[in-house]
């Protein structure tokens, strides 16, 4: 059955073409049956690959298949080949079955869009793109994925390219995410210059085999990486792109947060982490990063009136959560934060697409009110999903995969003391920020009147995600729970264990403790603030300084102001000042020689037979006397 792996991707490709040449011909009943079925015999494929893998192991845990040769010139040699280890079949799993609850969803919330056919192209090539960046066997194919999943965010951020603020928001999130790639593409080539190969596999065991720790090529070459990272994963300093792309409809939301786009730089990380590995100070980078995202993020997603850029910046905040587990080296921590991220956030963006449409697209938590009784199944969904999100102890799968991640970046000798503090400071603001949501949008009284309640294709991806936002973390059970560590049995097959040095006072046990304290810290701040005291909606405004802190962490910190002094401005500036681009000089005067030679050579038809005799003759002459002088 592993022979099936080239199918995953190939099936979400093939219903994007026959949707591109003639979704905008077929009856919505047919897209919507290529669109979904197409998802779904993905993810079953998937399943069915999935199963077969854990039960009959291949050889050495993993299994590699070429399709065909891509390339070979001069020595360089790229496959379309797909590679498929425990990290890759749990990646393509979670993507193909939460992408299907998305597109399910999609039915119904994009059932009256004249962009309908288009809008369904455009994901299953967003899916495609994905496995196929999780499944590649070399990173040039990787890189394939990956600009592909760029160009598809681009165009479903941009869907309603009408209103020109959802181009600019489309034209930010392509731009900044460049910056990293250009960072990736020059990675690339440093690491085939200097190992001769871009086949995963390959390049990993020759870097282990000729680099040593710390050299500055491992250093060189994971820091590039690195960038790529950081950009499509929007954290920072390049994080700006993400509350942004709110502008594209929720379903499309949904995907790039919960199972594509932004996990990719994780999954970058994680497959190339005998890289990271001989690069101590990248590593501690990563975990920097992770840490400094995962607080700045979780301030801002604070201070947002609109649901879904707390959502955004509590995604932004939740990589960096995964960031700090990749740093520190607990590799599958990370990828178990993943998966319940997948799940959790997938759940609480389709809650609130379904809030959106029957608030009559209001999307201001301020203006809304008195939800919980009014779409019962969407309140529980949002509180499950914002639950899990917090880490609501020993019930909903983020206490687990959390608490995992905090005591990694305790325990590991790349962790320490500040780490863990700075998760924990996150654990608290994300339980402050989502129950903030809560009280606020469905809590008190209704201000808008419900228009359009959500149905069966909303109803359902939403139940089967809360679900999964608590069982989830069965995978993976603590020691005071018995230390049964199924998902990570099956990811240390493809990733190192994280090493554990002489931690002190604090075991797991205390640290899960302290994690619940954090917890309901933060839920009974949401309390007092947004329920018990509904009129504190901006606790910060009291006095100049709270309205300043306030303004700073509603503006994502300033970095968008930053940027646009720094880089944009400039450039419009030069723009404006040079409306005669100077380079066209050089082309104006090509053309105005040109006129000049037509002038002169028109002036020589006179319709004088004997003159053009006697020209054509000299010319005849003269040309002989070139050839026999010289």
Not at 124 to 129: D, G, Q, T, Y
Not at 137 to 164: A, H, K, M, Q, R
Not at 296 to 324: E, N
Request: proline fraction near 4%; glycine fraction near 8%; hydrophobic fraction near 55%.
């Amino acid at each position: 059955m592993l022979e099936l792996t080239g199918v995953i991707p190939a099936i979400p490709f093939f219903s994007f073409v026959l949707l591109a040449v003639f979704g905008p011909r077929m009856a919505r009943r047919a897209v919507s049956v290529i669109g979904v079925g197409s998802i779904a015999a993905s993810a079953i494929v998937s399943g069915i690959v999935t199963a077969a893998f854990i039960s009959t192991p291949p050889a050495g845990w993993s299994y590699h298949e070429v399709i065909w040769q891509w390339m070979s010139v001069s020595g360089f040699q790229a496959d379309i080949g797909f590679y498929l280890d425990a990290l890759s079949v749990v990646m393509v799993l979670v993507i193909t079955f939460v992408a299907f609850l998305i597109h399910l969803y999609s039915t119904e919330y994009m059932e009256g869009d004249e962009g309908y056919s288009r809008f369904f192209a455009y994901m299953n090539l967003f899916v495609a793109s994905m496995v196929t960046l999780v499944l590649a066997d070399n990173l040039l194919l990787l890189y394939l994925g990956w600009e592909g999943v760029g160009l598809c965010s681009y165009l479903l951020i941009g869907f309603w390219y009408t209103d020109p603020v959802n181009g600019r928001a489309a034209r930010k999130a392509f731009i900044v995410t460049r910056v990293g790639d250009t960072s990736m593409v020059i990675g690339l080539f440093l690491i085939f210059h200097r190992l001769g190969t871009l086949n995963i596999q390959d390049l990993m065991n020759r870097a282990t085999l000729q680099w040593p720790v710390g050299a500055a090529v491992a250093v060189a070459a994971a820091a590039l990486l690195l960038g790529g990272a950081v950009g499509k994963s929007a954290q920072l300093p390049l994080q700006t792109w993400l509350p942004d792309a709110m502008a594209g409809p929720t379903p499309t939301s949904a995907l790039i947060h919960a199972a594509t786009m932004v996990t990719a730089g994780v999954y970058l990380i994680a497959r190339t982490h005998v890289l990271f590995s001989l690069a101590p100070p990248v590593m501690l980078a990563v975990a920097v990063i992770g840490a400094a995202t995962l607080l700045l993020a979780g301030c801002s997603a604070l201070t947002q009136h609109d649901i879904k850029r707390v959502l955004a910046y509590s995604t932004i905040s939740q990589i960096g959560y995964m960031f700090l587990a990749l740093g520190v080296g607990a590799w599958s921590a990370a990828i178990f934060h993943f998966m319940t991220h997948a799940f959790f956030k997938a759940l609480l963006f389709l809650a609130a697409g379904a809030v959106i449409q029957a608030q009559h697209e209001e999307h201001n938590i301020f203006k809304m009110g008195g939800l919980r009784r009014m779409i019962p199944i969407t309140f529980w969904a949002f509180l499950i999903g914002g639950c899990a999100l917090a880490g609501l102890p020993l019930i909903t799968a983020g206490f687990y995969s959390k608490g995992m991640i905090l005591w990694g970046s305790w325990s590991s000798p790349q962790g320490g003391p500040v780490l863990w503090i700075a998760g924990l400071v996150g654990v608290m603001l994300t339980s402050l920020y989502i129950f903030r949501v809560i009280f606020v949008a469905f809590f008190g009284e209704a201000q808008i009147a419900v228009e359009h309640p959500p149905r069966l294709a909303k109803n359902l991806p939403m139940v089967v995600l809360s679900a999964l936002s608590i069982s989830a973390g069965w995978l993976n059970l603590p020691p005071y729970l018995g230390n049964k560590l199924w998902l990570n049995d099956l990811l240390y097959t493809a990733l190192p264990k994280v090493a554990e040095k002489q931690v002190g006072w604090i075991t797991e046990d205390w640290s899960e403790g302290i994690i619940t304290a954090a917890f309901v810290l933060g839920l009974v701040l949401a309390y007092e603030l947004y329920l018990k005291h509904r009129g504190a909606t901006r606790p910060l405004s009291d006095n100049a300084l709270g309205r300043a802190i306030h303004e700073l962490w509603y503006a994502d910190w300033g970095f968008d102001f930053v940027y646009d002094k720094l880089l944009v401005t400039p450039v419009v500036w030069f723009a404006q000042v040079d409306k005669r681009d100077f380079i066209d000089k050089f082309y104006d005067g090509l053309a105005a020689l040109s006129r000049a030679c037509y002038r002169a050579l028109s002036a020589t038809e006179s319709g004088r037979m004997r003159w053009y005799a006697a020209s054509i003759v000299g010319g005849t002459v003269v040309f002989i006397f070139i050839v026999l002088v010289l």
